[in-house]
């Protein structure tokens, strides 16, 4: 009798035993189960962090490809950071040379004045060009970048055109530098801000507008012409209009 009762206690000791063993394993199951559930969310959460971080990076990126000039204190526009600003030179055209090649961008300031005696009509787009060919000329030849012993601008093609609500007379030409010994190849936009008694310096219809220029040998049309577009398309006159461009 007692050895059969030792038996018995044996056989429910080692049950109890086998449960626990077994409730050690489930729980251990649950407690793997909770912890890659939580890596997973852990992984998650950080590839959408990288991923807004990486598109925070792109935008940054996109942002500093551009910089933004003046033409005068009422004319500013947005040009590639292809082109130095720290390096411009001021003068009536402030050329402003590229960082990664020989082109050169430059502003078109106004260039009807009482020394030269040159008016102009912003109703009259179609005589814009030949009204102020000569000085473009001559304010081309800055001596700094250009220079021209005969200030001479040959067009080869000029058109009127309307980028944004404002006219423009886009043109291609050229020049010979004779201070690089070169041909020069240039694409330009040429406006005129109509005259504004609440303009600081455009009190009177005078000109306003940009080339891009590069020696004949490595000028790309398209190219340069991209370039002067994008100041065109984003030239503001006036506060109000700049704020808007903003």
């Excluded at 394993?25 to 909770?34: C, H, L, N, Q, V």
């Excluded at 947005?78 to 411009?88: A, C, L, N, Q, T």
């Excluded at 055109?161 to 030409?173: A, Y």
Aim: hydrophobic share 35%; net charge negative; charged share 30%.
């Amino acid at each position: 009798m007692k050895t059969t009762k030792i038996i018995a206690a044996v056989m429910a000791m080692t049950m109890t035993m086998g449960l626990c063993a077994c409730g050690d394993s489930a729980d251990s199951g649950t407690t793997d189960s909770k912890s890659t559930k939580s890596t997973v969310a852990q992984d998650k959460s950080q590839a959408e962090t990288t991923a807004s971080n990486d598109e925070e990076t792109s935008s940054a990126v996109e942002e500093v490809d551009y910089q933004y000039g003046v033409v005068s204190i009422d004319v500013h526009f947005r040009f590639s950071k292809h082109f130095d600003y720290d390096w411009k030179i001021g003068s009536t055209i402030d050329p402003m040379t590229s960082t990664e090649d020989d082109s050169c961008f430059l502003t078109v300031n106004k260039l009807c004045d009482e020394y030269n005696n040159l008016t102009i009509d912003a109703d009259k787009p179609e005589e814009w060009l030949d009204t102020v060919h000569d000085q473009m000329a001559k304010d081309l030849s800055n001596g700094y970048t250009y220079t021209m012993v005969n200030p001479a601008l040959d067009i080869s093609e000029n058109e009127i055109q309307e980028i944004n609500g404002r006219t423009f007379v886009r043109f291609v030409g050229s020049f010979y530098d004779d201070k690089h010994k070169n041909d020069v190849d240039c694409v330009g936009y040429l406006t005129v801000v109509k005259g504004d008694p609440n303009l600081s310096e455009y009190k009177e219809d005078n000109t306003a507008g940009f080339i891009v220029a590069q020696t004949h040998d490595k000028a790309n049309i398209d190219e340069l012409d991209a370039y002067a577009r994008e100041a065109a398309e984003t030239m503001a006159v006036g506060k109000d209009e700049w704020d808007k461009m903003e």
